[in-house]
């Protein structure tokens, strides 16, 4: 099973531009969750969705944009890129209440 | 301060030592995770707990939810659990599984 799949792995924009970092899952989860992580700091929750349809901001939303158009699918857009976007993104999604969150391997995105 | 927080945050220690990694928490909470991030940047869930104990091979995860207290150990620790170990909690009136995330403990063990 893939579980949790990001793309890109590694991404490198000039301020300004924008970009799309996919996620995707088969496992048929409800829940999806978005985070950055920057260095030597936990996780912070950027959008998170309870199903198709369904969005809701995090802690740290601005800046960002998602949608859920299907179970499977949770793609987070950055519409105008800035250095302070520099981070590690991860991608998770969670199945039934009692069941932990699966990650995908995250994606390396520096803003020059 | 934060709600979650680890020590110690950064841990060396020789293979075979016995690791003991603490999580205090301010909130109630419903359940507690302690997950493992790899060099290459993959997260992956250890426990889920909401009381007592779970043991998973060399892995010990404890939790006191009077004192807000768990801890994660290591017996006979080896070069490859050299990772950062990441507490987590969902808060107990939280109805949409967030997590609030504790910094991460940073462990190196040595051969």
């Known amino acids: 099973n893939a579980g949790v799949t990001q793309t890109p792995k590694f991404r490198i924009l000039k301020i300004g531009q924008s970009m799309t970092l996919q996620c995707a899952q088969d496992m048929n989860h409800n829940y999806m969750y978005w985070y950055r992580q920057d260095p030597g700091m936990g996780l912070k929750l950027i959008y998170y969705?309870?199903?198709?349809?369904?969005?809701d901001k995090g802690e740290v939303p601005n800046g960002y944009n998602v949608s859920r158009s299907t179970t499977e699918d949770f793609p987070l857009r950055l519409e105008l890129a800035a250095p302070s976007q520099t981070s590690v993104y991860f991608c998770?999604?969670?199945?039934?209440?009692?069941?932990?969150?699966?990650f995908g391997d995250g994606t390396r995105l520096s803003i020059l | 301060k934060n709600e979650v927080e680890q020590s110690p945050q950064n841990l060396t220690a020789q293979e075979g030592e016995f690791i003991t990694i603490n999580c205090s928490y301010s909130?109630?909470?419903?359940?507690l995770h302690w997950l493992q991030q790899h060099p290459g940047g993959g997260i992956v869930s250890l426990f889920m707990l909401s009381s007592g104990k779970k043991k998973h091979g060399r892995l010990i995860a404890t939790i006191n939810i009077q004192e807000k207290h768990s801890s994660l150990h290591i017996t006979a620790s080896h070069p490859r659990d050299s990772a950062v170990y990441i507490c987590?909690?969902?808060?107990?009136?939280?109805?949409?599984?967030?997590?609030?995330w504790g910094a991460g403990t940073k462990l190196i063990i040595k051969p």
């Open positions: 909130v109630g909470i419903s359940a």
């Open positions: 998770a999604s969670r199945g039934p209440i009692n069941q932990p969150q699966h």
């Open positions: 969705s309870v199903g198709a349809g369904i969005t």
């Open positions: 987590a909690v969902r808060a107990a009136m939280d109805s949409n599984y967030q997590l609030i």
